[in-house]
């Protein structure tokens, strides 16, 4: 079964400053469902932790919690496989861009990249490196500039792999 089932080894002590209810007594709660903690919201930020006291009212609690927390896992699930996949393509950027920049400059509060067109033509990749500094937003940008679709194409199969088995495993 793919549903978390409610045992000692999925629940965490979390110590807060300030003090959590139990969601199936209302008692003061210090454990919460590891499988939703950290899922990310679909608004932005994270969604709520649910809390519970010990076991027992995490056992009480299950048919009601059991759709959301699936959710949440599998929310988790892909926000992972998402940032695995930016994290590669990134990585396949630096190695695999094909000219230079020469100088950024800022326009509307966005980066504006001056390409360099004298560029040898002898190698078709160029190593990445910057002429300037560059902050993480600025380097990113460079890397995804003109290149989302070729390197979707190429990350298929990861993409594919990472997703696997989640289309028949809806909430």
């Known amino acids: 079964m793919s549903a978390v089932q409610p045992t000692k080894h999925n629940m965490d002590p979390i110590t807060k400053s300030e003090e959590q209810k139990c969601r199936s007594c209302g008692n003061p709660a210090t454990k919460c469902c590891v499988a939703c903690l ?29 759709e959301g927390c699936k959710a949440n896992k599998m929310r988790k699930i ?21 000219w230079t920049y020469t100088t950024i400059e800022e326009s509307n509060s966005l980066p504006c990249f001056h390409l360099d067109i004298d ?24 890397l995804s500039y003109h290149a989302f679709g070729e390197a979707c194409g190429f990350m298929h199969n990861l993409i594919k792999n990472l997703l696997q088995g989640m289309r028949n495993q809806r909430p």
């Open 119 to 142: 560029q040898s033509l002898d190698e078709l990749v160029f190593p990445f490196s910057s002429n300037t500094a560059l902050d993480e937003q600025e380097r990113l940008s460079l």
């Open 38 to 66: 950290g899922a990310p919201s679909l608004t932005g930020g994270q969604s709520p932790t649910t809390w519970y006291c010990g076991a027992a009212c995490q056992k009480t609690d299950w048919a009601a919690h059991k």
């Open 78 to 98: 892909i926000f992972r496989a998402g940032s695995t996949v930016q994290r590669v393509f990134y990585m396949y950027r630096e190695i695999t861009i094909d």
